[in-house]
C-alpha cells in the first residue's frame, strides 16, 4: 500500500464525519454524514435516507466529492482530507458488520448503507511542511 494511502487512513480513522457535496443539473447539496473507512477496499461506508435532497441527486449523477478536516486554529496543526469518488448501494456483508461495529446505535434506526467507491485523494498535511499536500493517485508517476 502506498505510503499516502497509509496517511489517508491513519488520518481518517481519527475522526467520524465527513461533508458530502452533491450535484445534479445546476442543483447543488452538501450534508454531513457519520462514515466508517475501510482501508482495503478504499471506500467510505455511511447511511443516508432516500428522501433527503442529496440522495435524490445521487439517483441521478453518483459522483460525489467531500472533505473532512481537524478544525484547529494551529496552522501547523492543519491536517485536511478532499476526495472524489462513486456512491453505491452496499451489499457486502462484511463492510455492513464493520459499519454496525463503529455505529452500534444506527442498528435501531435500520438504515440503508451505502459506500463511496474513492478514486481520488487530496490530503494536506502542515505537520509535514505548510501546504504539504499528498496526492493519490499520484499522476506524477
Known sequence: MSIILTKVAE?????HVMS????FAEELSVCSLFYAYD?????FV???SEDTLHMQHI?????VAGNILLETQSVGKIQ???FRGRFVVLHEGILKKFYFKKFPYALALNPTLYKIEVDFF???DNRLGF???LIWPDSSL
Open 80 to 82: 485536511g482530507l478532499q
Open 11 to 15: 488520518f481518517v480513522d481519527e475522526h
Open 39 to 43: 482501508e482495503k477496499s478504499r471506500c
Open 131 to 133: 501546504g504539504k499536500k
Open 59 to 63: 439517483k441521478q449523477n453518483s459522483r
Open 20 to 23: 458530502l457535496a452533491t450535484s
Open 46 to 48: 455511511v447511511a443516508s
Open 122 to 124: 487530496k490530503f494536506t
